[in-house]
């Protein structure tokens, strides 16, 4: 087991050599640069078996934000207070063909509805779905949930990311979809759940926690508790193999073939049911907004250890 970890070890830190050796190749979106990181040259990743072992490498002590990583708490959340029939009502279930925060293609909906969860439209539609008596107690309980994923109990929000995060075009997608009758309520009971949850700051061990989390079913690695029942899990891994890589989900499915949801932070939270939960992080971007750094070190794991899920072993 231990010559196992060293393995492991020795390999990641080899990828994180290789991905060092590299010229920067992306850009980092202006607002994440100016407020939460501005390091072109961090790379890290962790992995987090199903039986809580954790092995990382590279800058694991940086701490950065969830972005949208964390348009998987809302859903999840929405679908155990109401269960997939009403959720859906409200949401659809296509990968987009447009940027994750496209209005357009809502217009080509039936009823309109935001094109699927992980977008945008509709993570903003689901935090105005999810219960919760006002924006305050809704980012508690988002909270709550991703301190108890993560282990880390102190586990909170970046106020400069926060307010960097109070922009147009989502403040427009709130409208839109209250406009044909997705959301009730004002803009202050919901956008603010969605900036701040967007803002949460994790390590990339608190990351591959929570992938653990995904890979085990609903059930913590190190506590046991069950976190969310595993039909929510089957829904969410569903969603991030075919939306969470935005449009580059289908490319990502066959090259990595690991259920996954990026961030413009430059973070990947990755599962491979009942096996093992990623985290990568490496800040800049393709031009599909996601982790160019990030992308290359999953395939690496993928291929190294044949974890696509759609493989023979
Ligand atoms: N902060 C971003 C936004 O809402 C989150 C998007 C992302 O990570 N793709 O615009």
Known sequence: MENMQEEILEYLEKIIEEEKQLARRGEIPDYIEAVDNNDHGAVTVSLTSTNGTTVRAGDY???????????????????????????FKYTGKAPTGNVYHSLIQMEMQEKEKPLNPLVNSGAIVMCGLMK?????????????????????????????VYK??????????????????????????TLPVYWKMTAIEVTIEELSNMAAVIANHGICVHSGEELMPSDV??????????????????????????????????????????????????????????SIAGIRMLKKISDKWKLSIFSKD
């Open 132 to 160: 919760g008596k006002d924006a305050e107690e809704k980012i508690e309980r988002i909270l709550s949930l991703a301190r108890k994923m993560t282990g880390n109990p102190d586990l909170s929000y970046n106020e400069e």
């Open 233 to 290: 899990v089957t829904t969410l891994k569903a969603f991030m193999i075919t939306c969470g890589m935005y449009d580059q989900s289908g490319s990502f499915a066959l090259e990595v073939g690991i259920p996954a949801k990026s961030g413009v932070s430059g973070s990947i939270v990755a599962a491979i049911p009942g096996k093992l939960g990623i985290g990568v992080m490496g800040p800049d971007l393709n031009k599909y907004s996601n």
């Open 164 to 189: 960097a995060e109070d922009q147009d075009l989502n403040r427009a997608l709130f409208y839109y979809n209250r406009h044909n009758g997705f959301i009730e309520g004002e803009f202050e009971d």
């Open 61 to 87: 002590e940086g701490r950065f934000s969830l972005q949208s990583i964390a348009k998987l708490f809302p859903l999840a959340i929405a679908l155990m207070d109401h269960g997939s029939e009403e959720v």
